[in-house]
């Protein structure tokens, strides 16, 4: 049971580290976005709005990449209690921290863009992109 435990463990700061990554590319996608739109905005262009928007996009399908991976990790945790509690143990899957098979596929990464932490927060700055570039 401590392996099973250590193992839970390492899984559970993978999913954190993932998650934090997370957190920092919207951070990276905001700041970086404000920035091209005030560029815009003082110097009357709006093509600065068009690179915002593909490093939008760029910031997007790497979040999604993430959160795809963050989910599979946690399925495979969840895989892992799950067949330890049915006596089913491999006892190499406690020494090895691996994701669950398919969770970073173009489908995985796609149910991920679908995730409203992920979908929600970049159509809004989307959206504001949209209507920033009426404004200009």
Known sequence: MECLGQQVDRYTATIGRLADSSLKIKALAATAVAVLVTIAVEQEEASSLLVALVLLIGFATLDAYYLSLERGFRDASEDLVLSVARGNVNWVSMFNVERAAGSS???????????????????????????GSLLV
Request: hydrophobic letters at 70%.
């Open 105 to 131: 596929g173009l489908r995985a990464v796609a149910s991920a863009f679908a995730s409203p932490a992920t979908a929600v927060f970049y159509m809004v700055i989307g959206l504001l992109l949209v209507l």
